[in-house]
T-cell receptor, first 115, second 116 residues
Framework: ETGVTQTPRHLVMGMTNKKSLKCEQHLGHNAMYWYKQSAKKPLELMFVYNFKEQTENNSVPSRFSPECPNSSHLFLHLHTLQPEDSALYLC??????????????FGPGTRLTVL | AQKVTQAQTEISVVEKEDVTLDCVYETRDTTYYLFWYKQPPSGELVFLIRRNSFDEQNEISGRYSWNFQKSTSSFNFTITASQVVDSAVYFCALGPTQGGSEKLVFGKGTKLTVNP
């Protein structure tokens, strides 16, 4: 596989469930990102990892817990979500961890619905 | 505070028409980057262009062109002779050049529909 892949592509969960989103990049990049895309809202950056270290947490509620075991994999663990958390969750990666002048490559996203 | 405004929520054109997508930004930074991304129905954002605030030259890439006007804080995107495959949501984004922050600020996007 090439590029940035995300699984699952669609997820429906109840408010008491625990689930995880997975992102994998096959580009040899060192930075990975989680974004949230809600209807009629701008894309929101959630987390940034550079060389497996979290460098940005954009005031995200603790019910979202990221994990980056290595530079190629990024997870978003979900627990006790609310219906307003329903959105498209996009993962991205970029070559270097310190410069946004490096373009970000996005995955296809996971469409999450919280009932 | 940084902000990106894409005033056009949706645009619909007929194939072969030219269309311009507007982007206006606000920033107190003296240097910054501007981006355009395309999001087709499949979901993933596709990078189109990055522009450094120092470089005010307009750019053309095939049917795509970008008009950067620092005086009006605008970075507009024009598609010439539009095609059905251009149908997508287009996002303009602003990012810092310093501070090590990877935070891009996105506009709300403009949904472009090109009808045959």
């Amino acid at each position: 596989e090439t590029g940035v892949t995300q699984t699952p592509r669609h997820l429906v969960m109840g408010m008491t469930n625990k689930k995880s989103l997975k992102c994998e990049q096959h580009l040899g990049h060192n930075a990975m990102y989680w974004y949230k895309q809600s209807a009629k809202k701008p894309l929101e950056l959630m987390f940034v990892y550079n060389f497996k270290e979290q460098t940005e947490n954009n005031s995200v509620p603790s019910r979202f817990s990221p994990e980056c075991p290595n530079s190629s994999h990024l997870f978003l663990h979900l627990h006790t979500l609310q219906p307003e958390d329903s959105a498209l969750y996009l993962c991205a990666s970029s070559p270097e961890g310190t410069g946004i002048y490096n373009e970000q490559f996005f995955g296809p996203g996971t469409r999450l619905t919280v009932l | 505070a940084q902000k990106v405004t894409q005033a056009q929520t949706e645009i619909s054109v007929v194939e072969k028409e030219d269309v311009t997508l507007d982007c206006v930004y606000e920033t107190r930074d003296t240097t910054y980057y501007l981006f355009w991304y395309k999001q087709p129905p499949s979901g993933e954002l596709v990078f189109l262009i990055r522009r450094n605030s120092f470089d005010e030259q307009n750019e053309i890439s095939g049917r795509y062109s970008w008009n950067f006007q620092k005086s009006t804080s605008s970075f507009n995107f024009t598609i010439t002779a539009s095609q059905v495959v251009d149908s997508a949501v287009y996002f303009c984004a602003l990012g810092p050049t310093q501070g090590g922050s990877e935070k891009l600020v996105f506009g709300k996007g403009t949904k472009l529909t090109v009808n045959p």
